[in-house]
């Protein structure tokens, strides 16, 4: 038990040099956003070293690397990263299983008397995954959050109402601090329809003047529709200038119309905060490169992907001392952008994130995203761009079949023709038969959540996972 005296966060570090190493903006603009790639990796070079010195302190990499014939000296430069083996987020399950509550992953003890916060994941199923952040960690979270805000477009004094969930998950608590802190703008922490209301939440949006939103583009589009067709507000007369989401293979272009506003694109993680995110030129998310590391690498060989072929993200973060991943496969399928953007960010890009890997449904032999489906249905402006899929065996056969549950965007739509198109879509784009299956606005509320939470459903596969006793969902 601890027993010394109260720990102040402020003390706990030292701030002032914490801002010069990291840079929020302006002074990222100036120092490490156009920054020469030989100085950008002599940066990263001298950080990985003491991410690696400070990896053979933590039980979890110990093991880890051991059991892959690794010691200490063996990692000697940032060129040997690849000689690391990856790991998941099933190790991470298992280390919490072995070291209950916390796991051997963290490096830290949370009765150490350290000012630390506590987030999880915003896993489903089972209790989420801890994450428990260090004072200088969590302030360079905010940081980095400050630069994708900045790179967005956030200005001073804009009024940003944020819609993302306020509860144990990461994203709602990490976007009040990179506002508050790094941004200069009045952060409006609405939440997600859980919290408030999404009719309130327009009321707020309408009288307190906000000009900049952030949430999932599921909810954002959602917002407007109920704002248009529930309360007779057009979302154009709001004048949004900016709205910052997480567009993956939603419709971007649907959004900004029904909104009237510039939707800018941005990735991140539970554990390292914002890793990438676009600049007004929109050709590709810029990684935050001086603090983390990404690896697009194809799942069947283990080796990069060249520029344009889609893998699976690796992660290694390098301002994280408690806590930090060391080519961590998050999952998460993208693919670098070749070239340079027209901003002159030194930074490499990555485009939009494809879908989870762990999404992925083998479907008579056919690798199918939930996402890309979204991005199919969205293309039909008759339905509203929401969507579920169910996948399941039928017959004496056990035949494998994907529906997917689609909202119609009125009562005047024929259902039977837009039923009709969707199938013929899918088979198009995607090479296999899909049922689709028209249903009224909010139907599909209980399956996907769009209206009440962050993190919103898109899958059920009856052939191998667990339900959610309330919608069998996962």
């Given at each position: 038990m601890y027993t010394g005296p109260v720990p102040h966060f402020w003390s706990s570090f030292d701030v002032a040099a914490t801002i010069q190493e990291y840079c929020p903006p302006p002074l990222f603009f100036e120092r490490i956003h156009k920054m020469p790639r030989a100085a950008l990796r002599a940066v990263q070079e001298k950080r990985f070293l003491e991410l690696m010195e400070r990896g053979w302190k933590i039980p979890f990499f110990k093991r880890h690397w051991q059991a892959a014939g690794l010691e200490p000296g063996d990692i000697r430069s940032l060129a040997d990263l690849k000689k690391l083996p990856p790991y998941d987020v099933d190790d991470i399950r298992k280390s919490i299983e072995s070291k209950p509550p916390w796991g051997d992953f963290l490096g830290i003890d949370p009765t150490m008397g350290m000012p630390m916060v506590l987030q999880t994941s915003g896993g489903t199923t089972g209790l989420p995954r801890p994450q428990i952040y260090a004072p200088r960690d969590r302030e360079i979270m905010g940081i980095l959050g400050g630069r994708r805000l900045a790179m967005h477009g956030v200005q001073p004094g804009d009024v940003v109402q944020s819609t993302y969930s306020l509860n144990l998950s990461n994203g709602g608590f990490a976007a009040r601090e990179a506002l508050w802190k790094y941004s200069g703008a009045l952060p409006v922490m609405t939440g997600s329809g859980n919290a408030t209301p999404t009719r309130r939440q327009?009321?707020?949006?309408?009288?307190?003047?906000?000009?900049?939103?952030?949430?999932?583009?599921?909810?954002?589009?959602?917002?407007?529709?109920?704002?248009?067709?529930?309360?007779?507000?057009?979302?154009?007369?709001?004048?949004?200038?900016?709205?910052?989401?997480?567009?993956?293979?939603?419709?971007?272009?649907?959004?900004?119309?029904?909104?009237?506003?510039?939707?800018?694109?941005?990735?991140?993680?539970?554990?390292?905060?914002?890793?990438?995110?676009?600049?007004?030129?929109?050709?590709?998310?810029?990684?935050?490169?001086?603090?983390?590391?990404?690896?697009?690498?194809?799942?069947?060989?283990?080796?990069?992907?060249?520029?344009?072929?889609?893998?699976?993200?690796?992660?290694?973060?390098?301002?994280?001392?408690?806590?930090?991943?060391?080519?961590?496969?998050?999952?998460?399928?993208?693919?670098?952008?070749?070239?340079?953007?027209?901003?002159?960010?030194?930074?490499?890009?990555?485009?939009?994130?494809?879908?989870?890997?762990?999404n992925m449904v083998k479907l008579r032999g056919v690798n199918i995203f939930p996402e890309a489906i979204g991005a199919l249905v969205a293309e039909d402006a008759r339905s509203t761009g929401e969507y579920f899929c169910i996948v399941d065996r039928v017959g004496a056969s056990g035949r494998e079949e994907m529906t997917v549950l689609v909202e119609v965007r009125g009562d005047d739509i024929d259902r039977a023709s837009l039923q009709a198109a969707l199938e013929a879509r899918f088979k198009d784009a995607l090479g296999v038969k899909i049922e689709a299956r028209p249903m009224a606005r909010g139907e599909l509320d209980p399956f996907t959540g769009v209206s009440q939470t962050s993190k919103i459903k898109r899958l059920l596969d009856k052939r191998r996972s667990a339900t959610d006793p309330a919608t069998g969902a996962t």
């Amino acid at each position: 038990m601890y027993t010394g005296p109260v720990p102040h966060f402020w003390s706990s570090f030292d701030v002032a040099a914490t801002i010069q190493e990291y840079c929020p903006p302006p002074l990222f603009f100036e120092r490490i956003h156009k920054m020469p790639r030989a100085a950008l990796r002599a940066v990263q070079e001298k950080r990985f070293l003491e991410l690696m010195e400070r990896g053979w302190k933590i039980p979890f990499f110990k093991r880890h690397w051991q059991a892959a014939g690794l010691e200490p000296g063996d990692i000697r430069s940032l060129a040997d990263l690849k000689k690391l083996p990856p790991y998941d987020v099933d190790d991470i399950r298992k280390s919490i299983e072995s070291k209950p509550p916390w796991g051997d992953f963290l490096g830290i003890d949370p009765t150490m008397g350290m000012p630390m916060v506590l987030q999880t994941s915003g896993g489903t199923t089972g209790l989420p995954r801890p994450q428990i952040y260090a004072p200088r960690d969590r302030e360079i979270m905010g940081i980095l959050g400050g630069r994708r805000l900045a790179m967005h477009g956030v200005q001073p004094g804009d009024v940003v109402q944020s819609t993302y969930s306020l509860n144990l998950s990461n994203g709602g608590f990490a976007a009040r601090e990179a506002l508050w802190k790094y941004s200069g703008a009045l952060p409006v922490m609405t939440g997600s329809g859980n919290a408030t209301p999404t009719r309130r939440q327009i009321e707020i949006m309408k009288a307190w003047g906000v000009n900049v939103l952030l949430g999932f583009p599921s909810y954002v589009r959602h917002l407007a529709q109920v704002a248009r067709d529930e309360m007779g507000i057009e979302p154009r007369s709001l004048n949004l200038k900016l709205i910052g989401s997480h567009i993956g293979m939603e419709d971007r272009a649907g959004i900004e119309e029904l909104w009237g506003a510039r939707c800018q694109d941005m990735y991140g993680t539970n554990e390292a905060g914002v890793i990438a995110c676009d600049c007004d030129h929109r050709m590709g998310m810029h990684v935050q490169e001086d603090a983390t590391i990404v690896e697009i690498i194809d799942p069947e060989t283990g080796k990069d992907v060249p520029d344009g072929e889609r893998g699976t993200i690796y992660l290694t973060t390098l301002f994280k001392h408690y806590g930090p991943q060391i080519r961590f496969n998050i999952n998460d399928i993208s693919a670098w952008m070749a070239g340079e953007c027209a901003c002159g960010g030194s930074q490499r890009r990555i485009e939009r994130i494809f879908g989870r890997g762990d999404n992925m449904v083998k479907l008579r032999g056919v690798n199918i995203f939930p996402e890309a489906i979204g991005a199919l249905v969205a293309e039909d402006a008759r339905s509203t761009g929401e969507y579920f899929c169910i996948v399941d065996r039928v017959g004496a056969s056990g035949r494998e079949e994907m529906t997917v549950l689609v909202e119609v965007r009125g009562d005047d739509i024929d259902r039977a023709s837009l039923q009709a198109a969707l199938e013929a879509r899918f088979k198009d784009a995607l090479g296999v038969k899909i049922e689709a299956r028209p249903m009224a606005r909010g139907e599909l509320d209980p399956f996907t959540g769009v209206s009440q939470t962050s993190k919103i459903k898109r899958l059920l596969d009856k052939r191998r996972s667990a339900t959610d006793p309330a919608t069998g969902a996962t």
